[in-house]
């Protein structure tokens, strides 16, 4: 299935800002909110399903057997069209 970029950003932070930073998408997670993140230039909003896929993972990138660059990914994937089905009282 074909991958299309709808936000990406990449940048240097220090370790206290990534933190920061998670704490505010975990915080937005938990409340139900929708997240919006955004740059100078680009910005988009979701809103991320009570249910989704959530993966880790560590890589190293570089030549084997030799020193390279180590990576921590944190995904959360959900279907586009995915609804929260809960049962609620009015």
Avoid: C, H
Wanted: aromatic share 4%; proline share 4%; hydrophobic share 30%.
């Amino acid at each position: 299935m074909p991958e299309e970029v709808l936000f990406e950003d990449e940048r240097n932070l220090t370790r206290t800002d990534v933190a920061s930073y998670l704490r505010t998408v975990a915080d937005r997670l938990d409340s139900g909110e929708s997240l919006t993140l955004e740059t100078s230039t680009d910005s988009i909003t979701v809103d991320v399903p009570r249910d989704v896929e959530f993966e880790v993972k560590v890589e190293r990138e570089g030549p084997a057997g030799g020193p390279g660059e180590l990576g921590l990914e944190l995904e959360l994937e959900w279907d586009e069209n995915a609804t929260d089905d809960s049962l609620s009282i009015q």
